[in-house]
């Protein structure tokens, strides 16, 4: 009789061919394997220098940009002609500043005239001589405004200021002339100016070119340089491989997480009321990031095309995911598009790091759970672009 051989996998072997044996021995030789990966990573990072810049030069850039973008388009360029300093007129001054749409310059009327004409302003206003008298006599009186309609956006922004710098006035100096009066009860503790509301946007961009830029070079670079094929044939499995790349990453963008945070909160004042929550938010978001620059450079095979989409992706998903408001304010349609991305939910969690407030109708966990759902699918596809290309070579 001939010796009969049973080829039936033991019971549960299945499942160790798929997540591995998980003795102590083989998760030291995984985490070895994997720290020398990441080593030959980080030695390759250090000697290109000019991805190291890019990844901390790119987000200051844009936060530059968009600061001055929202500098020119926040306060309307406003002379005022003061031809009567007495108290009402300095109290009406001061009504136009709560306004919050007017940039402020006292001005002669020959020089305000001159900056109308140049172009330079978009209101010049006139408070007439008599505007203590007339008001104190309880006289109508005029204040002449000249508007510069070139821009219909700031024009609109000065006409209803003008309107609500005059309701102001009155509800400030004679309530009794104003029959319905507003009292403001704020959600939050705290108003966000516009330039520390776009920084948050920025910060979390940051961390997206880096993960793409850092990861996605160094996965690139070894089918450039012929190296992957070492890595393919070496006794590593596809998840050593990636997960190696990925800490590599992670060290090589802290440096850039700790600058970019620096900036925000030094010179642009943003405070964060959870300053350990902002740390996990950034170390998650990088995490991810890394992921997802694994595995477009896995995919890509080259330095020059995962620059250029990288660059290509960044400004796009920035407008989409909230830069300018929360996603929450406008169309359903809007709101679905930015939740098909993971930064949508990295600006989430770190407005609420930031700020203390959810910005999207999602309940804070799900933002969180999202943002790791995406970072699980971009190590899954990485892990299946080495075993394929195990599988090529």
Known sequence: MRPMIDLRPAKGSHLLSIFGNRSPASLGRFWQSMWALARKDLKSALTERSTLLQTITLPINYLILLSLFALSGNNAPTAVVLLDHGYYAQRFIAAMNQAHSFHIVVESADAARQQYEEGTLVTLVTIPADFDNRVRADQPVQ???AINDLD?????DARRALALSVTIFYSQNFPQMVPIMTVERDAYPSDTDYIPYLALSIMVIS??????????????????KGTMKELLLAPVSAWTLVAGKILATFIVGLPSIVVVL???????GDLPVNFPFVIGVSLLSL???AAAGVALGMALKDRGTLTTISRALAVPLLFLSGLFAPVSFNTGAIQFLARLFPVHYSIVLIQAAFKGFVSNTLPLPINALMLCAYGLVFVLFANLSVRLSKLAH
């Open 262 to 268: 620096f900036v925000v909160v030094v010179f642009i």
């Open 287 to 289: 995490l991810v990031f």
């Open 143 to 145: 204040i002449h405004a």
């Open 207 to 224: 961390l997206l070119i880096t993960g793409l830029l850092q990861a996605g070079m160094a996965a690139a670079r070894e089918w450039e």
């Open 152 to 156: 219909e956006d700031l024009t609109d």
